[in-house]
């Protein structure tokens, strides 16, 4: 299966799961502040057991085609939904696994990374979802600082839309492979699964997302919101 073919079928599971929630009259606010008239919620993909089987078999096939062989000892899921994504794909993979937590524990051990040491080992970073990176950029710094060399991304959906968030995971030495996008979800709409309506303003959404988040009171520039 091509990129493109592998990204249409994860639009199609994210459509069987119920995972595309849009809301014209009241915005939803995403994780990195932007509001937004559509919301994707890859983590109904877990309680399926044949969507996940199904998501799994994707990323393999996507891993398989990007990456030599042997490109990775480990495999660590971002808290909290990469965890099981990332576990599944290191299941099917015969790759050690761990996982990332936001920030340090506090207690104990005061550990970011959990499962095992990744001192040497070169890691693929799972997570379910990417808006504008910044939650990878501290994931992989967590890992770099437990002496994990990390240079990929692996990410269900990608909210290809904001500015700057492939700019910055480049200058931290990131490259993001996501699985879906979305183009990938509008082609597999195809008339189907959106009501006219919803589709047409998540296009209008899509061609300015920040202007669409500024009107609606959201995150109005890459800049920390004050």
Not at 43 to 58: E, H, K, M, N, Y
Not at 171 to 199: I, K, S
Request: neutral net charge; without cysteine; proline residues 5%.
């Amino acid at each position: 299966m091509s990129a493109g073919e592998i990204g249409e079928a994860v639009a199609r599971l994210l459509f069987r799961a119920g995972a595309i929630h849009v809301s014209r009259q009241q915005p939803y606010v995403l994780a990195a502040g932007w509001a937004s008239p559509v919301y994707v919620d890859v983590r109904l993909l877990l309680g399926d057991p044949q969507l996940r089987r199904a998501v799994t078999d994707l990323a393999v096939r996507y891993a398989e085609a990007a990456f030599p062989a042997g490109s990775f000892d480990a495999v660590a899921g971002a808290e909290t939904a990469g965890i099981p994504f990332a576990a599944w794909f290191a299941d099917r993979t015969a790759l050690k696994l761990r996982y990332v937590r936001k920030r340090p524990l506090g207690v104990g051990r005061n550990a970011q990374v959990e499962g095992g040491p990744v001192d040497g080992l070169r890691v693929l970073l799972v997570d379910d979802l990417t808006t504008d990176g910044g939650s990878k950029l501290g994931f992989a710094r967590g890992l770099r600082s437990a002496g994990a060399s990390v240079e990929h991304v692996l990410t269900i959906f990608y909210h290809d839309v904001f500015p700057g968030a492939g700019e910055r995971l480049q200058e931290a030495g990131l490259v993001l492979h996501p699985l879906a996008t979305w183009a990938d979800v509008l082609r597999a709409d195809a008339g189907q699964e959106l009501a006219a309506e919803d589709r047409a303003e998540i296009e209008r959404f899509l061609a300015d997302p920040v202007a669409w988040s500024t009107r609606h009171g959201g995150r109005v520039s890459l800049s920390p919101r004050v």
